[in-house]
Structures are given as C-alpha cells and as structure tokens.
C-alpha cells in the first residue's frame, strides 16, 4: 500500500507545482497518471521516487515515510538513462550490486530476457534502437524486484508501434510479481491499455481532477466500443481541465466505471 | 587505426588550449577526425599528396642546379643529416634527453591538474577558492615564468621540468574540471535511485563519465609538453632535440634543424599514438565517429 497524504511540493523559484494530493494507492494497482505539461504529474512521480522531498506532506510505503530513494521502489524515466560505459547485461544488474557474481548475472539475464533481449548482454548501449534501450531500463528497474515501480513517461519517445510493443511487454512484466505500478504518461491510449485506474491531474498548484476507474479485461482491445467510451470520458475531462473548467461534479466522475 | 588522422594530430595537439577554452573540444575535434579519417587508405594518399610533390620539387630543383639549397637544404640532406645522428648515436642522446623532460614534466603536471581539477570539480567551495586563482595563473604566458624559474631552481633540469608541468598542468587542469562539471545530472539521478553513496557515485559513474574528456585533456597536455620542452631547452641546454636546434642555428646548419624539428614530429606523435593506444581500451564504449582513433 502506497499511501499519499497532503503531498504539495513548491520550488525554490515559487511554483506551486503540487497542491495538497492525497491518495491511496492499493499494492499491485496500475495506476496511470494523465494531464497536461505543467500539471505536476512528473514532480508527483520524483517526490514518490524519494527523489524530491515535499514541502509538505508525506508518502508512506506499507507505513514506512519515503524520505529518499528506497530499494522496494524502481523507476523508469522517460530517456533510457543508460550507463554508456556499461554493456547491456551490466545495466541491467546495476541495481544488484549487492549480489554475488553469478547470481547477479542470472538475475540480469533473467531480467533481459523478460523484456525480450535475451541475447544482447553482451552489447553496448549505443547499438540499441530507442525502443531496445528504454526496454533495458525497464529490466534494470525490475531486475532488483521492487514493490513499487514509478515510471514517468517511458515511452513517449518512442513510434507508436514500438510503443504498443513495450506496453505488452510491461504488462507481461507485472504479472510476474504484480508490484505497485505509477505511470505518468501524456498518451491516454497508454493509460486505458495499462492501468486499473486513470487519474487526471490540474495544474497550478498540480491536483487530481478527477479519477477513473478503468474495469476492461487484458488483452485491451483498443477498437472495442466499451473502450472507446472510456476513452472519450477520459478526453472530455482532459480537455475541461485545460481549459481550466471544473470536471464535470467532481465526486459524480469518481464513481466512476457503472456508466457503461 | 587511421592513419590519415594520425597525421592530423601533431596539428592538433598544439591547438588544444584555444579549443579548451571554447569549452567544446571533444566533439568538435572528433568530427573533424572522423571527417577527414573517413576516406581511409585513399584519404592517406590524397594527404600524402601535398608533401611529396613538394619535397620532390624542392630535391628536383636543387639537383638540376635552379636553387642553392644552403638555406633550404633538400629532403635528401635533411634525411642524411638524420642518420648520421642516429649513427653516431647522438639522436637517441638528444631524444631520450627530451623524452625524459617531457615524461617528467607531463607526470608532474597530468597528477596536479588532475587532483587540482577533480577537487575544483566534485566541491563547490573549492573551486570558488581555487578556480579563479588558477584561472589568472593561466592567462600568464607560461614561458613568462621561465626567469623565474632559472632563479628558484637553476638552470639545469629542475626549472626545464617545472615549466613543462606548468604547461601540462592547465589543460589537465581545466579538461578534468570541465568534465565533471558536464557530467549528466540524469545520469547521476540513475545513481540516487540506486542509492549509491559517495565512493559509488565517484567510481561507478563519475570516473567512467569523466574518462574521454580526461583523456583529451592529457593528449593536449602531453602535445603542449612537446611545446614547453623545446623553450626549455633554448634556454641553455647541453642535450635535448632543443638543443640540436640551436647548436643547428649557431652552427649555419639548416639541415640540423631541420633533422631536429622531423624528430620532434616522429616523437610527439609516437608519444600520443601511445597515450592513444594505451587509453583505447577503456573507452571501447564510446559512441562517436573517433571510437577506432
């Protein structure tokens, strides 16, 4: 359990970029996190990744405050971040230092081959494609197991093919040890494809609008009609929040799920 | 290896500083490299062009009697000139001389501008003390410093070897502190998730992050030693390819110098094909056009 309490955070330079965000997220959840540039989506996803600390607030994991980063939590960033220095097989066990030689290569390799790589270990990361190396990131960030994996904008630098790759993959990925899942994502796709539920975030301070719940069976079958009607709730709300309009009744669109 | 880019980089070396301060060395020159490197053995011949056809020229010209060739002695006498010294051995007297300065001097300066730069670089405090001291140091000539010197540690070995490090010592110096100071702070956030502490940080991704640069840093110090070794040795040497040199001009002897002046081309570069070499294997990672250089 992911516990989020009075979160705001303000920068140095004045902005008030979250605002008094309270949640719970249940373990093993997708939760995926939707909203315009500057809504604090991203600045939510580093104070949850310790990476950041809160003006206010706190975030607790099963009870215990996040005040940096934590083993039981991983995270994807929107670049591979990549060690260039390092071959494929050594990125991905950057985070199982700790381990033994060969166990830390089996966990490496076991990890690769999860995001389907198996094979490329040997490689440096300048002769990945795009997609390969952000999959390498994701197998980094879940090689050490964690409880809880943040990934903020993983592939939105990605085509939209290779993207529909990656979102089967991570899909795949969390059936093995179903771990606690935040995706910051701008693509609303992304979002009904992964997660449990969807929250759309305002900006100035950042705050949940609104929250969606979204009870579709995996495989997602993005031309079905009950998925078209998700998604076009979830743009409509987007959209009022741009524009600066309250969405819809607020308490209305968070019981969410029965309209269809 | 290319070898049309070797003959590129006694050029460079000498460049370096200006290129330093430009604060984007690496990937500037590198394109370059990897430019004019591309051609490969065709590229060799095309540059190779130039020097022969001049050479040859000048060796026609004296033969057929159209020059004198006192003063602009032929390739051939040059050559002649270069294996008598090496016959009789005093080369390699005159060659080990100067190496030894250079290795000495560069030792000397490469760990202080190394130390100097990684402390400026990893501390702020330190680098508002140091940084701009050392900074006005740099805008002085360093052959300014040559009386001084003579004076502090005479005229032998001691005051040569200090203004070569002196030389060595600021691009070390500013290339060790540029890189830290450039290195990602996405990729050092790779570290905190990862909650590497200090010592981790500094050898898990600090040292490889710094290491291409570091290695640029010490190519043009080592080209800039080959430099300072030669005002050294104008200022009251007894051996040293400087040496030849002077002897060569007292002496009338234009085939001499020039002699010494092809020595120091062979040297320099051997010295940094060396450096090139023995550093190659660590930054066998690199994603840039030079990774064969």
């Not at chain 1, 009075?6 to 719970?24: C, E, I, P, R």
């Not at chain 1, 909203?35 to 949850?48: A, D, E, F, H, I």
């Not at chain 1, 490329?120 to 952000?134: D, I, N, T, V």
């Not at chain 1, 031309?223 to 524009?243: F, G, H, I, N």
Request: net charge positive; aromatic share 6%.
């Amino acid at each position: 359990m992911l516990r989020i309490d009075g979160l705001s955070k303000t920068y140095a330079n004045g902005t008030h970029a979250l605002g008094q965000v309270s949640l719970d997220l249940p373990a093993g959840a997708v939760t995926a996190v939707v909203g315009g540039s500057g809504c604090g989506k991203s600045t939510m996803l580093r104070l949850l990744a310790g990476l950041d600390r809160p003006t206010s607030g706190e975030i607790l994991l099963d009870g215990s405050p996040v005040e940096g980063p934590r083993p039981e939590i991983g995270v994807v960033f929107q670049e591979p971040r990549l060690l260039p220095w390092l071959t494929v097989e050594a990125n991905a066990a950057f985070g199982l230092a700790h381990l033994p030689k060969a166990e830390r290569e089996a966990r490496a390799g076991d990890a690769l081959a999860h995001v389907g790589l198996a094979g490329y270990g040997g490689r440096w990361p300048r002769e990945l494609s795009g997609g390969q190396a952000q999959r390498v990131a994701i197998a980094r960030a879940l090689a050490p197991e964690p409880s809880v994996v943040l990934l903020d904008e993983p592939f939105s630098a990605l085509d939209a093919f290779t993207r529909a790759g990656l979102h089967e993959h991570l899909r795949a990925l969390w059936t093995r040890t179903r771990p606690t899942m935040v995706l910051v994502t701008h693509d609303i796709d992304e979002a009904i494809v992964l997660a449990d539920s969807v929250l759309v975030m305002r900006p100035r301070p950042g705050r949940i609008a609104a929250t969606f719940d979204v009870r579709l069976a995996h495989p997602r079958d993005r031309l079905s009609p009950a998925y078209e009607s998700v998604k076009r709730k979830l743009m409509l709300a987007l959209d009022r929040t741009m524009r600066g309009e309250p969405v819809g009744d607020d308490r209305g669109v968070e019981a969410p799920g029965l309209w269809w | 290896m290319s070898a049309s880019a070797d003959l590129l980089t006694p050029a460079l070396g000498g460049g370096g500083v200006v290129e330093e301060r430009a604060g984007s060395t690496r990937p500037a020159r590198v394109r370059r490299l990897a430019a004019t490197a591309l051609p490969g053995g065709r590229g060799l011949a095309l540059g190779l062009l130039l020097p022969l056809a001049l050479a040859f020229t000048w060796e026609g010209a004296v033969r057929l009697g159209l020059a004198e060739g006192r003063l602009m002695p032929p390739p051939s006498r040059v050559g002649a000139t270069l294996l008598d010294l090496a016959r009789s051995g005093d080369l390699a007297v005159h060659a080990l001389a100067t190496l030894g300065r250079v290795l000495a001097g560069f030792a000397l300066g490469a760990v202080a501008g190394t130390l100097f730069g990684a402390l400026s670089g990893a501390l702020a405090p330190a680098r508002r003390l140091l940084d701009p001291t050392l900074q006005a140091l740099r805008a002085i000539p360093s052959i300014a410093w040559v009386p001084l010197f003579i004076l502090w540690l005479g005229i032998f070995e001691a005051s040569k070897v200090a203004l070569i490090a002196v030389g060595v010592f600021f691009p070390v110096y500013l290339g060790t502190l540029g890189a830290i100071l450039a290195i990602d702070r996405k990729v050092l956030e790779v570290g905190r998730v990862f909650r590497l502490d200090g010592l981790a940080t500094a050898r898990r991704i600090l040292l490889p992050a710094i290491l291409p640069a570091w290695i640029v840093s010490l190519r043009s110090g080592l080209g800039l030693g080959f430099m300072f070794v030669v005002a050294a040795e104008f200022m009251g040497a007894s051996e040293g390819l400087g040496y030849l040199l002077v002897d060569g001009q007292q002496l009338g002897r234009p085939d001499q110098i020039m002699a010494a002046i092809l020595a120091f081309a062979l040297l320099g570069k051997a010295a940094d094909a060396l450096l090139v070499a023995l550093t190659a294997p660590f930054l066998r990672w690199q994603d840039t056009g030079a990774s064969g250089l």
